[in-house]
């Protein structure tokens, strides 16, 4: 696009030669509905809505920086992920992604199944309603603590990561005169196409026990023979925020090829095979997510595919969505409070929360979109970077968006796609206070998570 076409935008083409700066959209209104949640659209005086409120009023109700989440599209996504796995299947919400009790009961509600990761998660689960039987104990070191509780608990299994966890869990067990159903973590060597920090199926990391040298094949061998252990199944994640279906695949041929050696060597068929999360959402309009039922069509043929092939039952599949459905279903609402030119290199817009409410950008170098929410605007495109209040050059929001050129103090940004690994890794750096998550339904808002207060960072300091 030439330069021609968007023109009160100088600032932009200061930093990059004609040709070489991506083209701003051709409206900065514009909500493009890939990277928002379902109800957001803007009303007829330009503010932007979300379940038909206005953010100006939910600013001025809950304040900024907070995060808003649509109850409706979480649900909605659940009802996708349930139906396009279908009754065969069980679907484990990855509570890392973001939890709270609420969230727990509209799991509940809409059938799914949870996985948790530390005895944090797992007591929040209990505490608002979730059947033990349909949640699974997840992490690569779990602590007594945990599996005791877990296993008391009577949790609907135990995914057991190492040799020494095998026979930690079988103790526990039995101790508790009880046998607990677990599954094996494997890697199975995908190499996905995601950050190096949340890839998980390559051998050189912590996670799983490789197929490929015959450590999960052992594993299998020793859970077979512990008499605390009832072994259900095999798991396998291989990463995270990942587009094709195609990593996946290969992780279900190598998990069934696993179930056959299984089978010939002990004569034993294991009844379920689980194929962890990772399915990546839009952050940008450039992101291009596949749907819950393409990966579901992509996997049931595959594993239906490999275990005829093998004269194997087809076991029981279950996946771990977080990010497909929690992320796309909240934005993070902030306040400008200064905006800053830097003739010849570009304008940096700081806000009132950063790197404590959303570490992502600094961390992955993830990409996120930005918008002017508070009022439309006519003035040209202006790359800005949006950037937090820390103490840390690094502390990015966004780092390459178009604004208006006429943002200013108390305008409202808001960055889309904040749902999953926000809240959830948010921080008291600098003693920031972390913002509330306020759930948005039918025209109503209620707060989830409150805001953080000092009294609370007090309660902590007892020096
Ligand atoms: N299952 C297991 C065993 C996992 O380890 C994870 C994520 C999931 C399921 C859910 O993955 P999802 O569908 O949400 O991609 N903090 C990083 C992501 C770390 C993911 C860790 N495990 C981020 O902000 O991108």
Redesign the pocket.
């Known amino acids: 696009m030439s330069r021609s076409a968007h023109p009160a935008g100088p600032r932009y083409a200061d930093v990059l030669p004609e040709g070489h700066y991506p083209a701003p959209p051709a409206d900065l209104n514009a909500l493009e509905p890939r990277v928002w949640s379902r109800t957001v659209s803007r009303n007829a005086d330009g503010v932007v809505t979300v379940g038909g409120l206005d953010v100006n009023r939910l600013a001025e109700e809950f304040g900024t920086p907070a995060y808003f989440l649509d109850e409706d599209d979480f649900r909605a996504r659940c009802r996708a992920w349930r139906e396009a796995f279908g009754p065969d299947a069980d679907v ?1 919400y ?1 509570g ?2 973001f939890l709270s009790r609420a969230v727990v009961r509209w799991l509940t509600e809409e059938g799914l199944n949870l ?1 948790v ?1 530390s005895g944090g998660e797992l007591a929040t689960a209990l505490d608002a309603g979730m059947p033990a039987e349909r949640i699974a104990l ?1 992490g690569n070191n779990k602590s007594v603590e945990e599996i005791t509780r877990a296993v008391e608990e009577g949790v609907g299994r135990i ?1 057991v990561d190492s040799f020494q966890e095998l026979v930690r869990v079988a103790h526990i067990a039995q101790r508790a005169g009880k046998r607990q159903r677990v599954q094996i ?1 494997v890697t199975v060597g995908v190499e996905a196409h ?2 190096e ?2 890839a ?1 199926a390559h051998e050189d990391q912590k ?1 799983g026990l490789p197929l490929a040298g015959g450590q999960a094949a052992e594993a299998v061998r020793r859970a077979l023979k512990l008499d605390g252990l009832e072994l259900v199944g095999i ?1 396998s ?1 291989i ?4 587009f094709d279906t195609s990593g996946f695949e290969v992780a279900a041929r190598r998990v069934v090829g696993l179930l056959r050696e299984v089978r010939d060597e002990h004569g034993v068929e294991l009844p379920e095979i ?1 194929l ?5 959402i839009a952050y940008t309009p450039d992101d291009d997510p596949r749907e819950p039922h393409e990966i579901a069509t992509a996997l049931r043929a595959i594993v239906e595919r490999e275990c005829a092939a093998a004269g194997l039952a087809v076991p029981r599949l279950s ?9 796309p279903t909240a934005f993070t609402l902030y306040e400008v409070g200064t905006v800053k030119e830097l003739p010849g290199l570009r304008t940096y817009v700081s806000v009132d929360g950063g790197m404590s409410d959303n ?2 950008t600094a ?2 170098d ?1 990409d996120y979109s930005v918008a002017l929410v508070s009022r439309t605007s006519t003035a040209g495109p202006m790359l800005s970077r949006v950037v937090g209040k820390h103490c840390e050059s690094g502390d990015i929001v966004v780092r390459d968006a178009f604004l208006p050129a006429d943002v200013a103090p108390g305008d409202l940004l808001a960055v889309p796609a904040t749902g ?3 809240r ?2 948010a921080s008291n750096y600098n003693h920031a206070l972390r913002p509330p998550v306020v759930v948005v339904k039918d025209g109503a808002a209620r707060v989830i998570v409150r805001r953080e207060t000092e009294e609370d960072l007090f309660r902590l300091d007892v020096g």
């Open positions: 484990f990855a890392k992604a996985d990761c997840h995914v973590r995601t950050h920090f949340i998980t996670f798991h994640h990463g995270s925020q990942i689980d962890g999360g990772g399915l990546g996946v771990e969505p977080g990010r497909a459905i929690v992320g570490i992502r961390l992955y993830a999953a690994y926000c959830s890794m």
